[in-house]
């Protein structure tokens, strides 16, 4: 009996998603890194923490857990304290990576809307302390996830894979747990960059009016201030929107439905949910290799970065970028 359909996706989908996942992100680390794409040093710095973060959560998730499953059913990696600490740490990996995204997409409203604020907020040391404490704290949310699993069984005194435990599955208090998590990542993000988003360009609607009023149209078309903000906000609302339409198949599904059968096995395969569910993960997990794709599609100078380095690598004593 041949595997169910939603698997046979699994199994070629994940692996084309690190193969991809994996350079993306490091091309986006380097190239942005470098400080030459002509964005301010918070925008480099949001965006350089958003692909460390993407390429942790491809690495920790989708090569050492999603992968490892699939293809290695038995390895170290699912020894209990090993598998819990991974799934600590992938838990750390993708709330960074969501609310990194809130952050910037704050912090381009601070920097546009909030011109009192923009020149206290809107520094490197700011940044610096968003990106560590939502690092830390994301860290600290982890902590109940270390006592929602218990061993499936135990050989020769180890104990193999993270099953949960009878309480997870029965008490009142972790439902709760379950809806607050599913609210605080990813359901509270989309809303408020959401309204960050609404906003920002409620305020950049009134403010284009005055200044059409104020200035020719001539005048306005060449308006530098114009241009830098609309290039500021084709990269805020992409990387917004990508994320926003990504992750919602996760978000109506873990609304109504407990996440089940992480582990393959067949009971579930042909229930719809249960092929949401997986679909939902397929897509969410996508967004942590598309905000390179982004920069390059919206981005002019990051497009010459990314020239100037494959140009580099082909050529055979790199004096052509020099």
């Given at each position: 009996m041949g595997y169910p359909v939603i698997f046979q996706i699994e199994l070629?989908?994940?692996?084309?998603?690190?193969a991809v996942g994996l350079p993306v992100n490091l091309v986006a680390i380097v190239i942005l890194s470098r400080g030459k794409c002509g964005l301010s040093k918070c925008?480099?710095?949001y965006l350089v923490a958003m692909a460390v973060a993407d390429l942790m959560v491809v690495i920790i998730h989708v090569i050492l857990q999603r992968i490892n499953i699939m293809y290695f059913p038995v390895s170290f990696l699912f020894i209990t304290p090993v598998c819990m600490v991974n799934f600590a740490a992938y838990i750390v990996a993708i709330d960074c990576s969501v609310w990194f995204t809130v952050a910037f997409t704050f912090d381009r409203f601070v920097a546009i809307c909030c011109q009192k604020l923009q020149s206290k907020y809107c520094t490197k040391k700011t940044t610096t302390v968003v990106i560590a404490t939502v690092f830390v704290v994301s860290?600290?949310?982890t902590i109940p996830f270390y006592y929602m699993d218990e061993p499936a069984f135990i050989i020769d005194n180890v104990p193999w894979y993270c099953v949960p435990t009878t309480d997870y599955l029965t008490s009142p208090l972790w439902k709760a747990f379950e809806w607050i998590d599913s609210f605080v990542t990813p359901l509270l993000p989309i809303l408020l960059i959401l309204l960050?988003?609404?906003?920002?360009?409620r305020y950049i609607i009134v403010v284009s009016r005055v200044r059409r009023e104020l200035l020719s149209n001539s005048e306005n078309q060449n308006d530098p201030e114009v241009k830098n903000r609309r290039k500021s906000?084709?990269?805020l609302f992409a990387i917004s929107a990508n994320f926003i339409l990504l992750w919602m198949t996760y978000v109506l599904h873990s609304i109504n439905w407990q996440v089940v059968n992480f582990y393959y096995t067949d009971k579930y395969y042909s229930n719809p949910i249960y092929i949401t569910q997986q679909v939902g993960f397929m897509l969410q997990l996508l967004s942590c290799c598309t905000n390179t794709c982004i920069y390059g599609l919206t981005q002019r100078k990051f497009r010459e970065e990314?020239?100037?380095g494959v140009k580099y690598l082909f050529t055979l004593n790199g004096k052509l970028c020099q």
């Open positions: 070629i989908y994940y692996p084309i998603l690190a925008i480099t710095r860290c600290l949310r960050f988003n609404a906003l920002t360009v906000m084709i990269l990314l020239k100037n």
